[in-house]
C-alpha cells in the first residue's frame, strides 16, 4: 500500500512533463498536478512513515 502514493507521485510527475511539454497553453492546470505531487511527498515525509 505504501508503494501506492509513490506510483501516484511518479505518475503525476510524468503528467507534468508530458503536459508541460505539449500543451504549454494549459499551464494552470498542468502546475496543479506538480503541486499535488509535492504535496503528497510533504505527507509522506511529516507523517513519518518510511519511505
Given at each position: 500500500m505504501?508503494?501506492?502514493?509513490?506510483?501516484?507521485?511518479v505518475l503525476l510527475?510524468?503528467?507534468w512533463v508530458?503536459?508541460?511539454?505539449?500543451f504549454p497553453n494549459?499551464?494552470?492546470i498542468i502546475h496543479i498536478l506538480i503541486v499535488i505531487a509535492v504535496i503528497l511527498i510533504l505527507?509522506?515525509?511529516?507523517?513519518?512513515r518510511r519511505l
Open positions: 505504501r508503494d501506492l502514493i509513490w506510483l501516484i507521485i510527475i510524468i503528467g508530458v503536459g508541460y511539454s505539449f494549459l499551464g494552470s505527507y509522506k515525509l511529516l507523517t513519518g
